[in-house]
């Protein structure tokens, strides 16, 4: 015969057994309710519903997604420092080698679309020089691409995109930037010798027809008061109007080279952000 202490030991282990399970049911059924703001694109909705779900489920199995997926609504509104935060938490608890890259990866994006890419070159050197990745080398380096390219280095991003194939989309885009930028110190050069050449080089032609007019009539004063005997005269307008325009001629050359340069990268930042349909951070 059964004893009753038996009895009321199996009763207890089959309520544990139930409870267990009803509340593995709950946390399945509270994940797949939070996934499903995300889906919608609800990310305020969907951060709530993942830090309920960590809140209240005590097996702890979805501290990693639960953690990626607020880190990844945190990026989607722009809150960088709580992505990285939740990222990082999500590392902590990877269960596989495959998610622990991919934790990375997410910490490495959000550290280019925030242009800390001293720190994404940091974390991209570090999964490179570990030997559980060594087949993840050509996602290393296209990540790092995109760094170069927020670092708006466009040659040392071809040289990464290069490493996974020659004739890579994002290799030959970058070589066709980086044809494309402006020389400043060649365009203050030009300006040294002729005035408004500089201009000219970045397209400025009215800018530079202006700064080599000013130049000519002030240095042909200048020079006219000096044959004149006007010794005074020459060091004033030399100094005080030549010089000025002149200086005002090389400062203007380097500042429409750079301008130039700034139009070319936020335009290739645009088509990359709105026509390239590969990856992006």
């Known amino acids: 015969m059964i004893s009753v202490t038996k009895i009321c030991f199996n009763i207890i282990l089959l309520a544990g057994i139930a409870c267990n399970l009803r509340a593995q049911i709950s946390s399945e059924e509270q994940f797949n309710y939070a996934k499903n703001f995300f889906d919608k694109e609800k990310y305020f909705d969907a951060v709530t519903e993942f830090k309920r779900l960590l809140f209240f489920d005590e097996t702890d199995q979805y501290n990693f997604a639960a953690n990626k997926f607020i880190g990844l609504s945190y990026k989607q509104g722009g809150k960088f420092s709580d992505a990285v935060y939740h990222f990082t938490l ?64 466009w040659e040392s991003a071809s040289t990464s995109f290069q490493s996974i194939a020659p004739d890579h989309e994002l290799k030959v885009f970058a070589d066709s930037i980086n ?54 005269d020459g060091f004033m307008i030399g100094s005080l109007l030549w010089w000025r325009f002149y200086t005002g001629n090389l400062q203007n050359a380097e500042k429409f080279a750079l301008e130039k340069n700034l139009e070319i990268t936020n335009d290739a930042l645009y088509y990359l952000k709105n026509s390239y349909t590969g990856p992006k951070p």
């Open 179 to 232: 044809n494309n930028f402006y020389n400043e110190t060649f365009a203050k050069v030009l300006s040294i010798f002729i005035p408004g050449a500089g201009q000219f080089y970045t397209g400025e032609y009215v800018s530079g027809l202006i700064s080599l007019s000013w130049n000519v009539l002030w240095g042909y004063l200048t020079i006219k008061a000096f044959v004149d005997d006007r010794v005074f």
């Open 90 to 153: 999500a590392e902590k608890n990877t269960g596989t080698a495959h998610e622990l890259f991919e934790t990375r990866i997410e910490i490495i994006k959000v550290n280019i679309i925030r242009r800390s890419t001293g720190r994404a070159f940091i974390l991209l050197d570090s999964l490179q020089s570990d030997e559980t990745f060594i087949n993840k080398i050509d996602e290393i380096n296209y990540w790092r691409g995109w760094a170069f390219i927020f670092a708006d280095d």
